[in-house]
């Protein structure tokens, strides 16, 4: 048979309809007809073919001498052109906004009994915000390292790095190196961006705690134990900057943070991780506003160590493991804290200082639930003790209580429910409310927000 | 303080007693490479699968047990073709292993060696969840099995030279028993040609390829794109003027849109293992083609 039979049909069918359109349809659907037989018939023929080649490539390849190493493996066609471009990193966006109706002024919201941190804390602004746009590159150096920045453009024209750093790729025995500056691998959320956070806000531990999240300038030193349980350790140390430490005058390392991890699976269905950090920091003159007795704005600091430990857990769910269909994730953190150095009173002016020592806790549970494809609900739950604050100028009686208003006691609360609703993987509405119980006369705020999250670009990887 | 330091050097030392040094640690991603992998590496090697006929690989994560297998692995078995993209580049960063990172022998990609259909012209994600490489899913075509496990074969005797005799003779026995099975399968196969179907996702295409199913319609739009009641609607009347033998779903899929487009065009909704471990009878490769050659078979009955 010819081979060319395929192509004299096309042509006739061609020519065919070229000539006598009206006519010639039975004969064009007849000879499509024959076409399509004939297509089928080579493609059993090719396929027998097909498989008795690589029957015979495996048996070659079976046959061949152990010296013969890495195999012929055709790699990827290459592209058609090769260019410059071809080696530019990994990029991707991510474009947040929300829109913010809360019952009372935000400008007014603090957590009671906490210092308040300067951080990027609170509900935000009413109506409509631009949240932070991210910006991600990431790609390998070369065999041995590799580098990510993550600069965040916030809607006040400002563009801050939230992480730029590099990490090892070729260190032996589970050891990885990270420099720059980089999210602190302790507890849970610290280490995920906000755009893959299960709510608009971070817990108010995390609030209270780091001002939202703690990046460090710095250096970090991770190793995973070669088990078949997860245990990872953490050591980090660097400049001492970012909340509650602050930048210090002197050489070498500043402050530690070490932290540890354990996970596995339970079954097919569920996995779990659990955490323990601890991180130790010295502050020199960390400022924070306050009013005094009379209710005039003065500038107040703290000077000495603040010592704070962390414990994480987080336990997924989903039936056979598939979390395509339904999944439950629960997670909680618990943080306690020690400061214990001087305060002083209204810096700029009476300039007052004494002792101060505070014992401070805080945690958060939560849990988000996919009940069907693209549609999660979660819950959450936060809580603050702001504990007993013993401020030398006030027990020596040289100031009232009532000089420090951002540091009388008090015991925050917030419950938050959110619904989101994920078109793709790369797209993300949600819809929040929280009564925030924050302030000091511990009346409930009322927060509604509606959130938009948007990734374009290279395919991201998230952390567990 | 002290405790905390003493404590994690208990930990250390108890979890450096724990894993055996005996086999080659292989992770594999998939249950069909992992199940490949036991074919070929036989008792030398210890093969742990990271996820299960029953996940979508495109939704598993880096789960705290997975960072773990990839610490201690020597070689990781992908399918690649970023079918694993979600997921499988924070593993390697997580592992602090170097032996498995890209462009080591500990690093092998099934697809490498198989030439992908369906590769888009342009890549827009408004066409949904299109993979830049080529369709990834090839293990539903025995040719692409064949040929995955001979560079793999090879793979295994780079890593492990000493064994090269071994996996020689595994390798030629498995090729044996698997031209025949191809052979079989294909023959037995005969009357799915041209039967015209409805599947589920693109991951189906390559069996429909080898087999000669004719795909009329997909359930979903668009890859990885959920149907909507519209586009359902749409489909049922499609499909009513010229409707299909059957709608081939897999194992893991969600069979709600499967069934209720089988109830209303009459034609039997057919669950495919998909993988190996996908049906009670999937339980190694040739398990998973003669099931799913025979569920396809009953289908046409």
């Given at each position: 048979?010819?081979?060319y039979?395929?192509?004299?049909?096309?042509?006739?069918?061609?020519?065919?309809?070229?000539?006598?359109?009206?006519q010639?349809?039975?004969?064009?659907?007849a000879?499509r007809?024959?076409?399509q037989?004939?297509?089928?018939?080579?493609?059993?023929?090719?396929?027998?073919?097909?498989?008795?080649?690589?029957?015979?490539?495996?048996t070659?390849?079976?046959?061949?001498?152990?010296?013969?190493?890495?195999?012929?493996?055709?790699?990827?066609?290459?592209?058609?052109?090769?260019?410059?471009?071809?080696?530019?990193?990994?990029?991707?966006?991510?474009?947040?906004?929300?829109?913010?109706?809360?019952?009372?002024?935000?400008?007014?919201?603090?957590?009671?009994g906490?210092?308040?941190?300067?951080?990027?804390?609170?509900?935000?602004?009413?109506?409509?915000?631009?949240?932070?746009?991210?910006?991600?590159?990431?790609?390998n150096?070369?065999?041995y390292?590799?580098?990510?920045?993550?600069a965040?453009?916030?809607?006040?024209?400002?563009?801050?790095?939230?992480e730029?750093?590099?990490?090892?790729?070729?260190?032996?025995?589970?050891?990885?190196?990270?420099?720059?500056?980089?999210?602190?691998?302790?507890?849970?959320?610290?280490?995920?961006?906000?755009?893959?956070?299960?709510?608009?806000?971070?817990?108010?531990?995390?609030?209270?705690?780091?001002?939202g999240?703690?990046?460090?300038?710095?250096v970090?030193?991770?190793?995973?134990?070669?088990?078949?349980?997860?245990?990872?350790?953490?050591?980090?140390?660097?400049?001492?900057?970012?909340?509650?430490?602050?930048?210090?005058?002197?050489?070498?390392?500043?402050?530690?943070?070490?932290?540890?991890?354990?996970?596995?699976?339970?079954?097919?269905?569920?996995?779990?991780?659990?955490?323990?950090?601890?991180?130790?920091?010295?502050?020199?003159?960390?400022?924070?506003?306050?009013?005094?007795?009379?209710?005039?704005?003065?500038?107040?600091?703290?000077?000495?160590?603040?010592?704070?430990?962390v414990?994480?857990?987080?336990?997924?769910?989903?039936p056979?493991?598939?979390?395509?269909?339904?999944?439950?994730?629960?997670?909680?953190?618990?943080?306690?804290?020690?400061?214990?150095?001087?305060?002083?009173?209204?810096?700029?002016?009476?300039?007052?200082?004494?002792?101060?020592?505070?014992?401070?806790?805080?945690?958060?549970?939560?849990?988000?639930?996919?009940?069907?494809?693209?549609?999660?609900?979660?819950?959450?739950y936060?809580?603050?003790?702001?504990g007993?604050?013993?401020?030398g100028?006030?027990?020596?009686?040289?100031?009232?209580?009532?000089?420090?208003?951002?540091?009388?006691?008090?015991?925050?609360?917030?419950?938050?429910?959110?619904?989101?609703?994920?078109?793709?993987?790369?797209?993300?509405?949600?819809?929040?409310?929280?009564?925030?119980?924050?302030?000091?006369?511990?009346?409930?705020?009322?927060?509604?927000?509606?959130?938009?999250?948007?990734?374009?670009?290279?395919?991201g990887?998230?952390?567990? | 303080?002290?405790?905390?330091?003493?404590?994690?050097l208990?930990?250390?030392?108890?979890?450096?007693?724990?894993p055996?040094?005996?086999a080659?640690?292989?992770?594999?991603?998939?249950?069909?490479w992992?199940?490949?992998?036991?074919?070929?590496?036989?008792?030398?090697?210890?093969?742990?699968?990271?996820?299960?006929?029953?996940?979508?690989?495109?939704?598993?994560?880096a789960?705290?047990?997975?960072v773990?297998?990839?610490?201690?692995?020597?070689?990781?078995v992908?399918?690649?073709?970023?079918?694993?993209v979600?997921?499988?580049?924070?593993?390697?960063?997580?592992?602090g292993n170097p032996?498995?990172?890209?462009?080591?022998?500990?690093?092998?990609?099934?697809?490498?060696?198989?030439?992908?259909?369906e590769?888009?012209?342009k890549?827009?994600?408004?066409?949904?969840?299109?993979?830049?490489?080529?369709?990834?899913?090839?293990?539903?075509?025995?040719?692409?099995?064949?040929?995955?496990?001979?560079?793999?074969?090879?793979?295994?005797?780079?890593?492990?030279?000493?064994?090269?005799?071994?996996?020689?003779?595994?390798?030629?026995d498995?090729?044996?028993?698997?031209?025949?099975?191809t052979?079989?399968?294909?023959?037995?196969?005969a009357?799915?040609?041209?039967?015209?179907?409805?599947?589920?996702?693109?991951?189906?295409?390559?069996?429909?390829?080898?087999?000669?199913?004719?795909?009329?319609a997909?359930?979903?739009?668009?890859?990885?794109?959920?149907?909507?009641?519209?586009?359902?609607?749409?489909?049922?009347?499609?499909?009513s003027?010229?409707?299909?033998?059957?709608?081939?779903?897999?194992a893991?899929?969600?069979?709600k849109a499967?069934?209720?487009?089988?109830?209303?065009?009459?034609?039997?909704?057919?669950?495919?293992?998909?993988?190996?471990?996908?049906?009670?009878?999937?339980?190694d490769?040739?398990g998973l083609?003669?099931?799913?050659?025979?569920?396809?078979?009953?289908?046409?009955?």
């Amino acid at each position: 048979m010819s081979a060319y039979k395929p192509i004299a049909a096309l042509v006739a069918v061609a020519c065919a309809s070229l000539v006598q359109p009206a006519q010639a349809e039975d004969d064009a659907a007849a000879l499509r007809a024959e076409l399509q037989s004939l297509k089928s018939d080579y493609d059993t023929r090719v396929g027998a073919l097909e498989a008795r080649i690589a029957q015979l490539e495996t048996t070659a390849a079976a046959t061949a001498s152990a010296t013969e190493a890495l195999p012929a493996e055709s790699p990827p066609p290459a592209p058609a052109t090769a260019s410059a471009s071809a080696f530019n990193p990994a990029i991707s966006v991510i474009l947040a906004g929300t829109y913010a109706d809360t019952s009372r002024d935000p400008a007014d919201w603090s957590m009671a009994g906490f210092m308040p941190n300067g951080g990027e804390v609170g509900p935000g602004e009413r109506s409509f915000n631009l949240g932070e746009s991210e910006l991600t590159a990431s790609a390998n150096v070369d065999p041995y390292f590799m580098a990510q920045l993550t600069a965040a453009i916030t809607g006040e024209d400002e563009i801050e790095v939230e992480e730029a750093f590099f990490r090892t790729t070729a260190l032996p025995s589970g050891f990885t190196v990270k420099g720059g500056r980089f999210f602190s691998g302790f507890g849970y959320l610290n280490e995920v961006h906000a755009h893959a956070w299960d709510f608009v806000d971070q817990p108010l531990v995390y609030q209270a705690f780091f001002a939202g999240q703690r990046a460090q300038d710095g250096v970090q030193v991770k190793w995973i134990a070669p088990a078949d349980l997860l245990v990872e350790l953490g050591a980090e140390t660097g400049n001492g900057d970012a909340f509650p430490g602050t930048r210090q005058g002197g050489n070498g390392l500043n402050g530690a943070t070490l932290f540890a991890h354990v996970g596995g699976d339970i079954g097919d269905n569920a996995s779990w991780r659990a955490g323990a950090s601890w991180i130790d920091l010295d502050s020199e003159g960390r400022e924070y506003e306050d009013t005094d007795a009379a209710g005039l704005p003065v500038l107040n600091a703290f000077t000495g160590s603040s010592e704070t430990w962390v414990a994480d857990a987080v336990l997924k769910w989903a039936p056979t493991g598939n979390s395509a269909q339904r999944y439950l994730k629960l997670q909680g953190e618990y943080m306690h804290r020690k400061e214990s150095g001087d305060l002083t009173f209204d810096l700029e002016d009476a300039a007052l200082t004494d002792a101060y020592r505070s014992t401070q806790s805080g945690w958060y549970v939560q849990g988000v639930y996919q009940f069907r494809p693209r549609w999660r609900a979660g819950l959450r739950y936060d809580a603050l003790d702001s504990g007993d604050t013993d401020i030398g100028l006030v027990t020596s009686g040289v100031l009232p209580v009532t000089a420090f208003p951002a540091l009388l006691s008090g015991d925050p609360t917030r419950t938050t429910l959110m619904l989101d609703w994920n078109p793709s993987e790369f797209s993300r509405w949600r819809l929040q409310y929280a009564w925030d119980e924050a302030r000091d006369d511990g009346d409930t705020d009322r927060q509604l927000q509606l959130q938009y999250l948007y990734g374009i670009g290279a395919h991201g990887a998230h952390k567990y | 303080m002290k405790n905390l330091i003493r404590g994690a050097l208990a930990l250390l030392f108890l979890s450096l007693a724990l894993p055996s040094q005996a086999a080659i640690r292989v992770l594999a991603t998939t249950a069909d490479w992992g199940a490949l992998t036991k074919e070929l590496g036989g008792e030398h090697v210890d093969v742990y699968t990271a996820t299960t006929a029953m996940q979508d690989v495109h939704r598993v994560e880096a789960k705290p047990s997975l960072v773990a297998r990839a610490r201690t692995a020597d070689l990781l078995v992908a399918n690649g073709a970023e079918l694993e993209v979600g997921w499988l580049p924070v593993l390697l960063q997580e592992s602090g292993n170097p032996k498995i990172q890209r462009g080591m022998p500990g690093y092998f990609e099934a697809t490498s060696v198989v030439t992908l259909v369906e590769k888009p012209e342009k890549f827009d994600r408004a066409m949904g969840d299109i993979h830049p490489y080529g369709n990834p899913h090839i293990q539903l075509d025995p040719r692409n099995v064949a040929a995955v496990a001979k560079a793999l074969t090879a793979r295994l005797t780079a890593i492990d030279p000493a064994g090269a005799d071994y996996y020689a003779t595994r390798a030629a026995d498995f090729g044996k028993r698997w031209s025949e099975a191809t052979a079989r399968w294909q023959a037995k196969a005969a009357p799915l040609k041209d039967v015209p179907v409805v599947i589920m996702h693109r991951d189906q295409a390559y069996l429909c390829r080898w087999l000669g199913l004719k795909e009329i319609a997909a359930i979903e739009p668009k890859p990885g794109v959920p149907p909507s009641a519209g586009y359902l609607g749409q489909l049922v009347s499609k499909l009513s003027a010229a409707p299909p033998k059957f709608i081939m779903l897999n194992a893991y899929n969600d069979p709600k849109a499967a069934n209720w487009l089988s109830e209303r065009v009459h034609a039997p909704a057919v669950v495919l293992p998909f993988s190996v471990g996908g049906s009670k009878e999937a339980k190694d490769l040739f398990g998973l083609f003669d099931d799913t050659i025979d569920k396809l078979l009953g289908a046409v009955k």
